[in-house]
Nanobody, 121 residues
């Protein structure tokens, strides 16, 4: 499975960005896609996930109510819409493919290259 993220960049506090994760080599019906982030000096953190099948969504407490994960099965692409961004959201964001949703990176076997999000005034 190959994954390619896009949509990162610099945004003001309170702003919004939407990340995309284009998936090839598998379909979203059979693959869970997780979003993770890693800030400098910190461990990689599970942010959100959308399951295979009916697409159940999960969110870490730190982003619940601000981030929304969705998918377009026809385009085999998963999106992470991020609103009310805070400086603490600054990190490299990764999407990853696995058999089921989890907040642990060890449960995902394929990873994208990552995209930088910087929230700063």
């Amino acid at each position: 499975v190959q994954l390619v993220e896009s949509g990162g960049g610099l945004v003001l506090p309170g702003g919004s960005l939407t990340l995309s994760c284009a998936v090839s080599g598998s379909t979203l019906d059979s693959t869970a896609i997780g979003w993770f982030r890693q800030a400098p000096g910190k461990q990689r953190e599970g942010v959100s996930c959308i399951s295979s099948g009916i697409g159940i969504t999960y969110y870490a407490d730190s982003v619940k109510g601000r981030f929304t994960v969705s998918r377009d099965n026809a385009k085999n692409t998963v999106f992470l819409e991020m609103n009310s961004l805070e400086p603490e959201d600054t990190a490299v964001y990764y999407c990853a493919a696995g058999l089921g949703c989890s907040y642990y990176s060890k449960d995902f076997g394929s990873w994208g290259q990552g995209t930088q999000i910087t929230v700063s005034s």
